[in-house]
T-cell receptor
Framework: DAKTTQPPSMDCAEGRAANLPCNHSTISGNEYVYWYRQIHSQGPQYIIHGLKNNETNEMASLIITEDRKSSTLILPHATLRDTAVYYCIVLNYGQNFVFGPGTRLSVLP | DAGITQSPRYKITETGRQVTLMCHQTWSHSYMFWYRQDLGHGLRLIYYSAAADITDKGEVPDGYVVSRSKTENFPLTLESATRSQTSVYFC???????????FGQGTRLTVV
């Protein structure tokens, strides 16, 4: 079973920041938070992951709350190409990725 | 070119036939995975492999067989295809189980 809860869908205006929330209230101390996205019909694409600290890369930022029970993926300047299903996944060593239904992000012109 | 490739991209087969989906990666990643994706179910893990000659079942292994004689290849075989195995199949690889996983472009399989 997926250990995360995400809203089924969100809209975002092109050029604005997209903030995608994820609830993982049962996360344990050694479990990482991963974000992937899947653009229509393509294979999932890795975005970012983190354990405790906030992380940033060329694609996005990951903000993890201090209690680690929730996180937010931030796409700073969303483009039409960012329209996709975004998956938040929690896992530890020895586990496998379990993909939930994710959040369908629509970036609107 | 470096990457992970799946073949074929599209396949139509008849019920009862054996079909093999191929997956090849050029990074020498230890871990490889097979997922299927169906409407209403999302991505579900079929089988995975931690290294050559080591494979293990995932969430939905029934009706599938895998092998991993070489690190770079991880074929998935449907021994006797059924209509319920109509799906999009994704292969993935990663260096470790908790590192970034790279997915192939998928194989769309239709069983008629």
């Amino acid at each position: 079973d997926a250990k995360t809860t995400q809203p089924p869908s969100m809209d975002c205006a092109e050029g604005r920041a997209a903030n995608l929330p994820c609830n993982h209230s049962t996360i344990s101390g050694n479990e990482y938070v991963y974000w992937y996205r899947q653009i229509h019909s393509q294979g999932p694409q890795y975005i970012i992951h983190g354990l405790k600290n906030n992380e940033t890369n060329e694609m996005a930022s990951l903000i993890i709350t201090e209690d680690r029970k929730s996180s937010t993926l931030i796409l700073p300047h969303a483009t039409l190409r960012d329209t996709a299903v975004y998956y938040c996944i929690v896992l530890n060593y020895g586990q496998n990725f379990v993909f939930g239904p994710g959040t369908r992000l629509s970036v609107l012109p | 070119d470096a990457g992970i490739t799946q073949s074929p991209r599209y396949k139509i087969t008849e019920t009862g036939r054996q079909v093999t989906l191929m997956c090849h990666q050029t990074w020498s990643h230890s871990y490889m995975f097979w997922y299927r994706q169906d409407l209403g179910h999302g991505l579900r893990l079929i089988y995975y492999s931690a290294a050559a000659d080591i494979t293990d079942k995932g969430e939905v292994p029934d009706g599938y067989v895998v092998s991993r004689s070489k690190t770079e290849n991880f074929p998935l075989t449907l021994e006797s295809a059924t209509r319920s195995q109509t799906s999009v199949y994704f292969c993935a690889s990663s260096e470790e189980v908790v590192t970034e996983a790279f997915f192939g472009q998928g194989t769309r399989l239709t069983v008629v």
